[in-house]
């Protein structure tokens, strides 16, 4: 199976920035997409970003376009997420998720493997 790992959550002031890590092992495979959700304290989960894992074909959230990056590293199995600036309604726990399809969906159902999460906290 699939294990992901989230890093690089913190505590930050608006305006600042942060690199989310998602760290993938276990099983390889050569095609899929890796996701970021969010999801703040009584709030529903809800989607930030998308890339394919070959093609690197990335999309964005209108929330947060302009202003996070999603990026890939296929060499160390890991997928990045740049936020600058960061908004305190930035302020979430936040996932990565990753599915075998490559169609950049936005469809938490797709997505069959998940993260524990990482806190970013934004203050005003």
């Known amino acids: 199976q699939v294990q992901l790992v989230e890093s690089g959550g913190g505590l930050v002031q608006a305006g600042g920035s942060l690199r989310l890590s998602c760290a993938a092992s276990?099983?390889?495979?050569?095609?899929?997409?890796v996701g970021w959700f969010r999801q703040a304290p009584g709030k529903e989960r809800e989607f930030v970003a998308s890339?394919?894992?070959?093609?690197?074909?990335?999309y964005y959230a209108d929330s947060v376009k302009g202003r996070f990056t999603i990026s890939r590293d296929n060499a160390k199995n890991t997928v990045y997420l740049r936020m600058n600036p960061l908004k305190p309604d930035d302020t979430a726990v936040y996932y990565c998720?990753?599915?075998?399809?490559?169609?950049?969906?936005?469809?938490?159902?797709?997505?069959?493997?998940w993260g524990q999460g990482t806190q970013v906290t934004v203050s005003s």
């Open positions: 998720a990753a599915t075998t399809s490559e169609i950049l969906t936005t469809s938490q159902t797709r997505y069959n493997y």
């Open positions: 276990g099983r390889t495979f050569n095609s899929g997409t």
């Open positions: 890339i394919t894992w070959s093609g690197a074909s990335t």
